[in-house]
């Protein structure tokens, strides 16, 4: 299983990214995918989680309303767009997905929100 994320950086406060997970390994299409992030210093927390098929999708309430999970399981890749960011979204942001009964994570994108 390889999880390799992209599409961090630095942005602005109000401003927006859209992160992406290209995922290898596994059946895509038939696992649920899930977002994490890690401030410094803090725990990594979840973000938000997409069924495999993409009917249904569940955030975090830190985020909720700010943020669209989606995934297009052609490409094998599961996006998080981040709208109105703010300085205390800036954290390592991971993909996950549970394969076996065993976590798997990518090595994260760092996104940090700044003026």
């Known amino acids: 299983v390889q999880l390799v994320e992209s599409g961090g950086g630095l942005v602005q406060p109000g401003g927006s990214l859209r992160l992406s997970c290209v995922a290898s390994?596994?059946?895509?299409?038939?696992?649920?995918m899930k977002w994490y992030r890690q401030a410094q210093g803090k725990e990594r927390e979840w973000v938000a989680t997409?069924?495999?098929?993409?009917?249904?999708?569940n955030y975090a309430d830190a985020m909720k309303g700010r943020i669209t999970i989606s995934r297009d399981n052609p490409k094998n890749t599961v996006y998080l767009q981040m709208n109105s960011l703010k300085p205390e979204d800036t954290a390592v942001y991971y993909c996950?997905?549970?394969?076996?009964?065993?976590?798997?994570w990518g090595k994260g994108t760092l996104v940090t929100v700044s003026s």
């Open positions: 997409i069924s495999s098929t993409g009917h249904l999708r």
């Open positions: 996950n997905v549970l394969f076996r009964n065993m976590d798997y």
């Open positions: 390994g596994f059946t895509f299409r038939t696992y649920n």
